[in-house]
């Protein structure tokens, strides 16, 4: 039994704008009183009960001067982590800043792009747990003495939106210290899949493309296709790759749109996930497709839609990397989906 009582406060205050100037600051509470008990086992606590408080200020720039936009960002949050069960008592100083920017190079090209620096408090289940998570099938262990989540990282994007073709390109690049994640550590403690939450310097880094392009127009119909691909990576010196890093993967869909009508195929793919971490298995490849249609009518005075879907259409087995029970469940099969909704 999961027990999570929370309260939250936030106030903000929007600045007047001073020309291209304009900003707004705010500040935030949150309390939380969290807790796991395995109701079977005389009331054992997975994670003791545990009060965790954050206090957190922060102001937020933007500046906007013709082809220029410039935005900057700085928070300050407290943590305290309170578990009376345990005796321990954890505070967190945590500051986060970013800054970032975008030139208009022309009407339908823009270039963007960020740099951050920011710190993240442990929470309390990765403190104090200690037993079984069955909804993940693993034995969660926390880690007491784990520290600040600190990352500096930045982002660069290219933008196109032109009259018939859009295409948006991203790359980023993170650097962690003592990143908090669920190191398996190859035992089984009541069947299930021991692991330890840790902190542990590593990267990340990504790319993604997206584009969509108007093909044609036929009777009636817009006809479209677009494609979305991407792909990241993360690892460690001292731990290798990360658990459940999703692989190269992708959309590639094509669709036909007109006043009463849609209608939409496309392929989901991803390929082979062997980068793996310790004791990690590796994920096959998988392709599927979806069909989708809609359709509006008017239906007794009232605008009626009716959509329906079908889904892994050709009843493919896949396997999500990013899942903790990818080597339990299979993502559905074929499945049906229908749909009818209206507004009064």
């Known amino acids: 039994q999961f027990t999570n009582e929370g309260f939250e406060l936030r106030l903000e205050a929007v600045q007047a704008e001073i020309g291209a100037w304009q900003g707004a600051y705010g500040g935030q509470i949150r309390i939380r009183d969290f807790g796991a008990f395995n109701l079977e086992d005389g009331g054992a606590a997975f994670i003791p009960p545990s009060t965790t408080e954050q206090y957190g200020i922060y102001t937020f720039q933007e500046y906007n001067e013709g082809p220029l936009h410039l935005e900057g960002a700085l928070r300050y949050e407290r943590t305290d982590v309170e578990n009376d069960f345990l005796d321990i008592n954890r505070d967190f100083d945590a500051f986060s800043v970013s800054a970032g920017g975008g030139y208009d190079v022309t009407e339908e090209l823009t270039l963007t792009g960020n740099v951050f620096r920011t710190q993240r408090a442990p929470s309390a289940e990765e403190l104090f747990s200690d037993g079984a998570h069955l909804a993940t099938a693993q034995f969660e262990i926390g880690d007491v003495d784990l520290n600040l989540e600190k990352s500096i990282g930045g982002e660069v994007s290219l933008k196109y939106n032109g009259e018939r073709i859009s295409i ?168 049906f989906k229908f749909s009818l909704s209206t507004a009064f």
């Not at 993604?208 to 979305?228: H, K, P, R």
């Open 168 to 335: 948006t390109l991203n790359a980023f690049y993170t650097d962690f210290d003592d990143y908090i994640f669920q190191q398996e550590t190859g035992e089984i403690i009541e069947g299930l899949t021991e692991v330890n939450f840790t902190g542990s310097d590593v990267e990340f880094r990504g790319f993604e493309a997206q584009g969509n392009v108007n093909l044609t127009q036929f009777n009636g119909f817009s006809i479209d296709a677009d494609a979305l691909v991407e792909v990241v990576r993360a690892d460690g010196d001292d731990v290798g790759n990360l658990p459940r890093i999703p692989p190269l993967g992708g959309l590639v869909g094509i669709s036909a749109k007109s006043d009463y009508l849609s209608l939409r195929a496309e392929l989901d793919w991803a390929t082979e996930q062997d980068n793996t971490a310790t004791f990690e298995l590796p994920t096959d490849g998988f392709t599927q497709v979806n069909l989708f249609a809609s359709y509006n009518a008017e239906f007794a005075g009232q605008d009626v839609t009716f959509r329906v879907s079908a889904l892994n259409l050709f009843d493919t087995e896949a396997r999500q990397h990013t899942s903790f029970l990818k080597d339990i469940l299979s993502l559905p099969g074929r499945n």
